[in-house]
């Protein structure tokens, strides 16, 4: 387990939170006007805004910042890809739970890769209402294989 430290220092099997939060507005509008989506879901209405899809990014900070408080670690790390399942809509006011796990650590093309995959709980009924896997590249520069092995 390398939970504790850096978040390029994850490995399979690690266990992310649980952090529990509640939904706020600010949230919700901050995070759609930063990303151009106008729509009066995310922005214009008064009550029942809906989180936006790509809001469990923000989860994935959460749980980083919980589980690494050291930060990133010595690379800056590139979101690869995700894919998102949106279960239910997430309403503002919501008190939540997310949690993750670390799936799968791997070497692509001389480069560290990481998957995680987490969910999203509504905490008062306990029903999924996001599940969401995301790759992420740990390091942009290829590792120097030689170089390692001789130094070890």
Do not use: W
């Not at 995700?82 to 670390?102: F, K, N, Q």
């Amino acid at each position: 387990m390398a939970v504790g430290r850096y978040v390029s220092d994850l490995d399979t099997g690690d266990v992310l939170g649980p952090v529990e939060y509640v939904l706020s507005p600010f949230v919700i509008r901050e995070y759609a006007h930063a990303n151009e989506m106008h729509h009066p879901f995310f922005q214009g209405l008064r009550e029942g805004l809906v989180m936006p899809p790509t809001l469990i990014h923000l989860d994935k900070l959460r749980l980083y910042n919980h589980a690494c408080p050291a930060g990133t670690g010595p690379d800056a790390r590139i979101h690869y890809e995700y894919d998102c399942t949106m279960h239910e809509p997430v309403r503002v006011g919501a008190r939540l739970s997310v949690g993750g796990r670390v799936t799968q650590r791997f070497t692509k093309r001389g480069r560290d890769m990481m998957i995680i995959e987490m969910e999203l709980h509504d905490i008062s009924n306990g029903h999924l209402l996001v599940s969401y896997r995301d790759t992420v590249l740990l390091a942009y520069a290829q590792k120097d294989v030689a170089k390692e092995a001789a130094a070890s």
